[in-house]
T-cell receptor, first 114, second 115 residues
């Protein structure tokens, strides 16, 4: 059983297009996140949701819009894709808002913008 | 602004060697310091973590040493194995407020263990 699953695993698209990445966790966690890993493998938080409420919005362009329909799902929609959006996007989840310290990451969604 | 600095960028050791990865942080509000291990094509996975009231923590072959006054911490891998070859990230986070799960990561260290 996959704890944090993301779809799709790979996305190749043209500049200017809109795309979505979906994430689901079956761990019963109350907090979910989106992290971005760039080509140099640097990981940076984008958003976090606690019980469907946006907690962290880390100066991400407005073209990125997260949506959490329920505690187990967090989707990421990206409008007007740019070359610089090419990266691996990781969904993660945690219990107790992350205060326990452990985040469980999905396997990532590799986005390539041409 | 890079708040957690990690070195070296890459590290090559022979099987049985003891690779050491170092991290330094700036923000004294950080109070949780995890290490994550990432294999190619996979997401990061928690390896071991420490809080600043402890100077050392050991789990199996992995040990974290923590120096609060120097704002530095390091990961040691004892008796390293080829299966330990991965990218290792140190991280730091604060407690409470809007810091829930907001990990600030180091730049990562690519470890290669030769058989």
């Amino acid at each position: 059983d996959t704890a944090v699953s993301q779809t799709p695993k790979y996305l190749v698209t043209q500049m200017g297009n809109d795309k979505s990445i979906k994430c689901e966790q079956n761990l019963g966690h109350d907090t979910m996140y989106w992290y971005k890993q760039d080509s140099k493998k640097f990981l940076k938080i984008m958003f976090s949701y606690n019980n469907k409420e946006l907690i962290i919005n880390e100066t991400v362009p407005n073209r990125f819009s997260p949506k959490s329909p329920d505690k187990a799902h967090l989707n990421l929609h990206i409008n007007s894709l740019e070359l610089g959006d090419s990266a691996v996007y990781f969904c993660a989840s945690s219990l107790n808002g992350g205060l326990t310290g452990e985040l469980f990451f999905g396997e990532g969604s590799r986005l390539t913008v041409l | 602004q890079q708040q957690v600095k990690q070195s070296p960028q890459s590290l090559i050791v022979q099987k049985g060697g003891i690779p050491i990865i170092n991290c330094a942080y700036e923000n004294t509000a950080f109070d949780y310091f995890p290490w994550y291990q990432q294999f190619p094509g996979k997401g990061p996975a928690l390896l071991i973590a420490i809080r600043p009231d402890v100077s050392e923590k050991k789990e199996g072959r992995f040990t974290i040493s923590f120096n609060k006054s120097a704002k530095q911490f390091s990961l040691h891998i004892m008796d390293s194995q080829p299966g330990d070859s991965a990218t290792y990230f140190c991280a730091a986070s604060g407690a409470g407020g809007t810091s829930y799960g907001k990990l600030t990561f180091g730049q990562g260290t690519i470890l290669t263990v030769h058989p």
